[in-house]
């Protein structure tokens, strides 16, 4: 396929994935919030999603490598994603269902993203001339529409007019996925067979990889709480569902220049990808103390601008090092492994400890306990990134 038609086509895709997560993931805690849920309880429920992603991430990720399926994985996965959505919004409120519906959306609808990550990894290392960053700002452009768009309707009409808009968007995405490429199987790189046990293999004796880990799991732990917990507390500080589109809106237009620009920054600054990865992580820091000492509702607004250089930055960052650092027959399964454990399991204790943290102490003192977190995650991945220079120059 031309380059410029799949970038369009990837673009779109990326377009069409994100508005999916803006109606159903990123409106979790509101719907929560709307059933009378207490932060102890959002914060178990997101707890038990972000379990429930972490363990299927590296099998989505095997199935991506091992076989050629990434068009039908990410169509039957996000289908099955948007009937857990309609089962969260007609549930009632009742605690296992709404359970069973969270954890169904982490899945598939939060699995999904990565996987289709993993789709644009597997085709960049085959050669395909895919701007990953530019084609992954079709996704900030449609999140941030979305977001302003479906607040409005909320705020008038509740969450369940959303089930409709979900089958639409799957159609539009039926029909972009199947005119995309589906990558080969990863065996024909070397002929052969690739397999979980060899994956794994080959991943714990890469060092770099797992302090990088290790940083994104800590860094996690302040992204996955203000990710939970953002529009509680805009709510909670006199806010309407309203204003939480208008923060998500705030939130995805700040990424667009830094995605569609990521490759001309990295190709000025002659840097490998580890050392953006720190400075995304000091960003997340930032935004959790900003978040930790606002004292009024239009401060934590404005904090949705240091998305830019965190999510926006991190993002595009990781596909690149997952490139240099991890073999191609297992870049998939390493990439999903890699977000399973650093943001699936630090999603889990991050919303587990957020929870309690919230109820507790308040959620100024939860987001500046993970504020120091992030910090901390970010001189890791500053030690990753002198530990990757070393390796390249030996």
């Known amino acids: 396929m031309p380059a410029k038609a799949l970038n369009r086509r990837f673009f779109l895709l990326q377009a069409i994935m994100m ?6 993931v990123a409106y979790i805690s509101p719907i929560l919030v709307s059933f009378g849920y207490s ?9 038990l999603g972000a379990l429930a992603a972490t363990l299927a991430r590296p099998l989505w990720g095997f199935l991506n490598d091992r076989f050629s399926c990434a068009k039908q994985v990410t169509l039957g996965g996000t ?14 409120g009742q605690m296992g269902l709404t359970t069973i519906a969270v954890m169904g959306l982490y899945i598939t609808v939060v699995c999904m ?76 790189l070397d002929q052969k067979p690739v397999t979980l046990l060899q994956g794994f293999r080959t991943l714990r004796s890469n060092r770099v990889y797992w302090v990088m880990l290790a940083a994104l799991f800590l860094c996690t732990l302040a992204s996955g709480s203000m990710e939970s917990f953002y529009s509680v507390l805009i709510l909670s500080a006199g806010g309407t569902e309203q204003h939480v589109g208008f923060a998500l809106f705030l939130q ?22 580890a050392p953006l990865m720190a400075v995304s992580m000091l960003c997340y820091a930032l935004k959790a103390l900003t978040l930790a000492s606002a004292g009024s509702l239009n401060i934590i607004l404005v904090a949705a601008l240091f998305q830019a250089l965190s999510f926006a930055l991190f993002t595009p960052a990781c596909v690149d090092f997952m490139l240099e650092t991890v073999p191609g027959e297992y870049l998939a399964m ?32 939860m987001f500046r306990t993970v504020g120091f977190l992030a910090l901390l995650a970010s001189v890791l991945a500053c030690c990753s990134a002198k530990m990757l220079k070393r390796r390249n120059f030996s």
Request: with cysteine; proline share 4%.
């Open 79 to 92: 289908a099955v994603g948007i009937a857990c959505y309609f089962l969260l919004t007609w549930g009632g």
């Open 113 to 188: 993203m990565n996987f289709v990550d993993s789709w644009a990894l597997r085709l960049i290392n085959g050669g395909a001339s895919l701007n990953y960053g530019a084609t992954r700002a079709g996704g900030s452009l449609s999140y941030a529409l979305g977001a302003a768009i479906f607040g409005m309707v909320v705020s008038r009409w509740g969450f369940r007019p959303g089930n409709v808009a979900l089958w639409v968007l799957w159609i539009l995405m039926c029909v972009v996925a199947l005119s995309l490429p589906n990558p080969p199987p990863a065996s024909h």
């Open 39 to 47: 932060k102890l309880q959002i914060g178990q429920v997101m707890t």
């Open 334 to 365: 390493g990439h999903l492994l890699f977000l399973a454990i650093g943001q699936g399991i630090g999603a889990v204790a991050g919303n587990a400890l957020s929870g309690i943290l919230s109820e507790y102490l308040g959620m100024a003192w």
């Open 19 to 24: 508005l999916i997560d803006c109606i159903t």
């Open 252 to 273: 995805a237009t700040s990424e667009l220049p830094v995605m569609f620009g990521y490759s001309r920054l990295r190709s000025r600054l002659h840097l490998s990808a």
